[in-house]
């Protein structure tokens, strides 16, 4: 059964192809037993691969691809890197569905403009970071502010090779959501330093950064 209903495929479907520019890739990674949403990540994503030719999918087995894996950091599934000129830091954990789902269309489209809607200012800052930084969004896909969140830790991936920026789906990740304490979402940990609350605006969510990186 498909994923996308005939309504909603049509409407992905022009927003691709009004957006997309250059190449994308998504790098599925699944596992056949003992994985809530395997299937349906795998699914979600060859069925929007199916929308537009520069839109491509690739599908690994966490644990019969492990070397795969661990070139990609990917330790958790299911797990979707949206990658376009070899970066991977835009990483889904967990199904992107309700609200995260036009978060991750976004994403396509910025990795396929190799752009982000970061301001100049913010961009350059960003580029300027010379340490590693791990970002993780906790969300849910009932919550209309973690997109925000998430968009705004994925643009600063693109634009710099040494942030990784994860979505964790919260329900899907209930280990990880308790270690970390999430008991609203968004809730944005970085390099196990920082941590705090809410869609801060771009400007601010960078200074939590720095702060981590300090």
Do not use: W
């Not at 949206?82 to 994403?107: A, C, H, N, Q």
């Not at 693109?158 to 280990?175: G, H």
């Amino acid at each position: 059964m498909p994923i996308l209903e005939e309504k909603d495929r049509v409407k992905v479907k022009e927003i691709l192809t009004k957006g997309m520019e250059s190449g994308v890739k998504l790098v599925v990674f699944s596992q056949e037993f003992e994985c809530d949403f395997c299937k349906e990540t795998r699914l979600l994503a060859e069925e929007l691969a199916g929308l537009h030719p520069m839109l491509d999918v690739e599908n690994y087995d966490l644990q019969r691809d492990s070397k795969v894996a661990s070139e990609y950091e990917v330790e958790k599934i299911p797990a979707i890197v949206v990658t376009g000129d070899g970066g991977r830091g835009v990483r889904y954990f967990g199904i992107p569905s309700g609200y995260e789902f036009s978060g991750l269309l976004d994403d396509i489209i910025d990795v396929s403009r190799r752009s982000t809607r970061l301001t100049d200012e913010i961009a350059d800052r960003v580029r300027k970071i010379d340490r590693d930084v791990h970002i993780q969004v906790f969300v849910t896909p009932t919550c209309p502010y973690c997109p925000r969140a998430v968009r705004t830790a994925h643009q600063m991936a693109m634009l710099n090779s040494r942030i990784k920026a994860d979505m964790v789906e919260s329900m899907e990740f209930p280990e990880l959501a308790n270690r970390y304490g999430v008991m609203a979402v968004p809730k944005i940990v970085i390099n196990e330093k920082v941590s705090f609350e809410g869609a801060l605006p771009d400007a601010q969510f960078l200074e939590e950064v720095l702060k981590a990186v300090a």
